[in-house]
């Protein structure tokens, strides 16, 4: 837990937010096959996509971007872009595809964004951001919400990242999540910037005193769900990302830590015997083992034969011909090797 975080948070909150916690969107990693699978693991959470360009979808594959599971449900697809007319029309097909929400994306800082007058840098243009939500929430009933950072370079003062949320919300938002991290346009790289600049919890607090009417979610440097039940004391939402994705399994605990549902009864044996129906469905349309197992990886994160199982799925699931049963063979290495150990502590 981190220091000077006191956990307020009670089991079961009488009034749950549909925020209350959320997977990050993160770029190569939350396609529809990862989310499909953390959908085994938690029905409470809210899923992200990767963030997906307004060109992206005005001038490419439409399908390719948006299709996917009715069981991924809830789920909300990030947008980058900064032409009101342009996120507009995208949040349209955001809602005739199904999705939940669309999320404006303020809070990358890599470079190619940039070029793209997308991202961090928009925080620099409050009154931009806050003609986008607007132009976005006349054309859907979704809702519109917004990720961003605590602010960039220049920005050293509170006073301006409450100004930033305040201008926004004039458009309509109403969910803010914030990483709770400054963002350096020059200097720092995509990685660096989720890790060099200090955490402020402090400030996403005092937001939510500040902006009491508002849904306020925070995101950065949050680990295990103690961590999270100490946050939701502030504010009324989380957001990870990393913690998830390299260990997917801390998602099994989440509907009954955060949401107060009974303990639920999957296993990981039998969450990857419930992915092998639609790998199945999967390859059998053209597509390729290594693109669902690679967001596996972790699921023995910590447990007896987890290395075993990487290994062999690394090695296996990118061949031509691997199917489900590669899968289910690194799953029997796992089991064997669990049953050895048992036999040799009794």
Known sequence: MNPGIESTAPRQAQAVSPW???TAPCMD???????????????????????????????????????????????????????????????????????????????CPSDRVQNGRFGACLMA??????????????????????????????????SEFA????????????VFIVHARKAWLEGLSPKENREIPPLNYNWV??????????????????????????????VDGVMLGRAVYQTPWLLSAVDHQLFGEPVGGISRESVIRQLTPYIDDYLARGGRLNHVTRHVLGLFHGQPGGRMFRRKLSQEAHQNG?????????????????????????
Not at 29 to 34: P, Q
Not at 140 to 153: A, E
Not at 206 to 233: R, S
Not at 323 to 340: F, H, P, Q
């Open 29 to 107: 990693w939350t396609d529809r096959h990862c989310r499909y699978f953390w959908r085994q693991l938690s029905r409470r959470s809210r899923l992200y996509t990767e963030m997906v360009t307004t060109g992206a979808l005005l001038y490419g594959d439409v399908d390719r971007h948006l299709n996917f599971s009715p069981l991924e449900h809830p789920v909300a697809l990030q947008l980058g872009g900064s032409e009101p007319r342009q996120l507009a029309q995208c949040a349209k097909l955001a809602q005739t595809y199904g999705y939940d929400e669309v999320n404006l994306n303020c809070g």
């Open 163 to 174: 100004d930033f949320v305040g201008t926004v919300a004039e458009g309509g938002c109403e």
């Open 20 to 22: 209350r916690f959320c």
């Open 205 to 234: 607090y005092d937001l939510k005193k500040d902006f009491p009417q508002l849904t306020i979610v925070i995101n950065g440097g949050i680990e295990d769900l103690n961590n999270c039940e100490a946050h939701l004391g502030r």
């Open 322 to 346: 691997a199917g489900s049963d590669t899968l289910l063979a690194a799953l029997d290495e796992v089991i064997r090797r669990t049953d050895r150990e048992a036999q040799a502590t009794t």
């Open 125 to 158: 243009e409050p009154a931009l951001v806050r003609d986008c939500v607007a132009a976005m929430r006349e054309a859907v009933d979704i809702p519109v919400t917004v990720k961003h950072r605590i602010g960039i370079d220049h920005q050293k003062d509170y």
